[in-house]
Nanobody
Framework: ERQLVVSGGGSVQPGGSLTLSCTASGFSVVEVDIGWYRQALGTECELVSS????????DYAASVKVRFSIYQDQAKNTVYLQMSSLTTEVTAVYYC???????????????????WGQGSQVTVSS
């Protein structure tokens, strides 16, 4: 069974950092595209960053470029999202998803044809 498990969320003060982990089982992360999505209260699911394999091309939403970094560890079969210089605007539930070509979710994260991990809350507040 193909599964993704997300860990690393939590609460942090503005300016702080967090790293989210997305660990796969049942498939290898380096054989598929992996995306990090987020959904804030009352908003639609947003693709924050992705890594397209097997080449490993990365991409970022304009709002997080420079501050976020996506990378993968094949040995741990895990993809990470390193977030720094956090602002309150990034508060949301974060998800990872996998597919051979990510499919845009229809509104809510967790929908559509991707394999989804469970959401992890990231809260930035003072």
């Amino acid at each position: 069974e193909r599964q993704l498990v997300v860990s690393g969320g939590g609460s942090v003060q503005p300016g702080g950092s967090l790293t989210l982990s997305c660990t796969a089982s049942g498939f290898s992360v380096v054989e598929v595209d992996i995306g990090w999505y987020r959904q804030a209260l009352g908003t639609e699911c947003e693709l924050v960053s992705s890594i397209r394999n097997p080449v490993g091309v990365t991409d970022y939403a304009a709002s997080v470029k420079v501050r976020f970094s996506i990378y993968q560890d094949q040995a741990k079969n895990t993809v990470y999202l390193q977030m720094s210089s956090l602002t309150t605007e990034v508060t949301a539930v974060y998800y990872c998803a996998a597919n051979r070509g990510l499919v845009a979710p229809a509104g809510s994260c967790g929908s559509g044809g991707n394999v989804w991990g469970q959401g992890s809350q990231v809260t930035v507040s003072s």
